[in-house]
């Protein structure tokens, strides 16, 4: 059975107070000059809309409780009503959650909303593409901290959600000596003994570069190895060494891409790390289709 270097620290859901944070911070910048003021000149006082958030493009949907989360803050009448869940698969066309409530606060939180939705569902979506070119060949695809400042926690769940797992969540969890450790250390396998001896019962993985280096860290007791910029041969050849020990985990990472993700998942791995996950996911297109109530469109027509 899998042993992860570090647990996946997230679980299926999102920690509310991270959420409430974020939710915040992003709905100061819309309204920390005051009002919407378009709205207040040209909506009609009192008006009631009816509204679907509807798939523009075929993806995966992550990101529904930060937009619950929204309308509690920014538009409380706003009642919703949810015809999906995170992780689902969803279509072009289809509708993901019905809103009804006062217009300006609908269009008042529209915008956030959406901008949480469209980034965490492309994460999802770019994930489950990279964990079916993988499919079957028992590695799993993993994130990194190359994500965008104050999303972490977002982005990361939108990578589960898509089917990936989480690697580390910030710089005390866990370790990972890099290169620029090694640097300043007698080497691969003194860097490592160094972590361990300060901080003993944390998760340690070991950057190398080459399979001289694996060998290095396998011999000073490392247990997880990033293996940065291998070409599947030399990932093959470090595969083969690794398993002359207990418990390795193997990680491949850089210049990896969804061509390729399939035979590097071949030469027996156990994850891809893919920084592009977060920093480079495009937004799953959605938007807010909205509909005045008859009533009131009635009265606008007279």
């Not at 066309?93 to 409530?101: D, I, P, Q, S």
């Not at 769940?157 to 690697?167: D, E, M, S």
């Not at 490592?192 to 007791?221: K, S």
């Amino acid at each position: 059975m899998r042993r992860d270097v570090n647990p996946d620290p997230g679980t299926d859901s999102l920690d509310p107070g991270e959420v409430i944070r974020v939710v915040r911070a992003a709905l100061d910048e819309d309204f920390r000059y005051g009002p919407d003021v378009t709205s207040a000149a040209v909506l009609p006082p009192g008006a009631v809309a009816s509204a679907r958030i509807v798939a523009r493009q075929d993806g995966v949907l992550a990101g529904l409780p930060v937009v619950a989360e929204v309308l509690r803050c920014a538009a409380p009448a706003v009642v919703m009503e949810t015809c999906a869940a995170d992780g689902d698969v969803i279509t072009a066309g289809a509708a993901v959650a019905g809103l009804r409530g006062p217009l300006t606060e609908l269009l008042g939180a529209e915008r956030t909303m959406l901008n949480f939705l469209t980034h965490m569902s492309g994460v999802a979506t770019l994930t489950r593409a990279w964990v079916d070119a993988v499919a079957g060949t028992g590695a799993l695809i993993r994130d990194t901290r190359k994500t965008l400042p104050g999303l972490r926690v977002l982005e990361k769940y939108a990578v589960r959600r898509g089917g990936g797992v989480n690697h580390r969540l910030g710089l005390g969890d866990a370790a990972l000596v890099k290169d620029n450790h090694v640097a300043f250390s007698a080497g691969t396998g003194a860097a490592y003994a160094a972590v361990r001896a300060a901080f003993p019962d944390v998760a340690i993985e070991v950057e190398c570069d080459t399979v001289a280096q694996v060998a290095d860290a396998l011999a000073a007791g490392a247990r997880a190895i990033l293996l940065d910029n291998m070409p599947p041969a030399m990932l093959s050849e470090a595969v083969a060494l690794a398993r002359g020990y207990p418990d390795v985990l193997l990680e491949a990472s850089g210049g990896l891409t969804l061509a390729s993700a399939r035979e590097v998942a071949l030469t027996g791995v156990d994850y891809l790390a893919i920084g592009a996950l977060t920093h480079s996911a495009p937004a799953l297109d959605l938007a807010l289709d909205v509909t005045l109530d008859t009533e009131v469109a009635a009265q606008r027509q007279r």
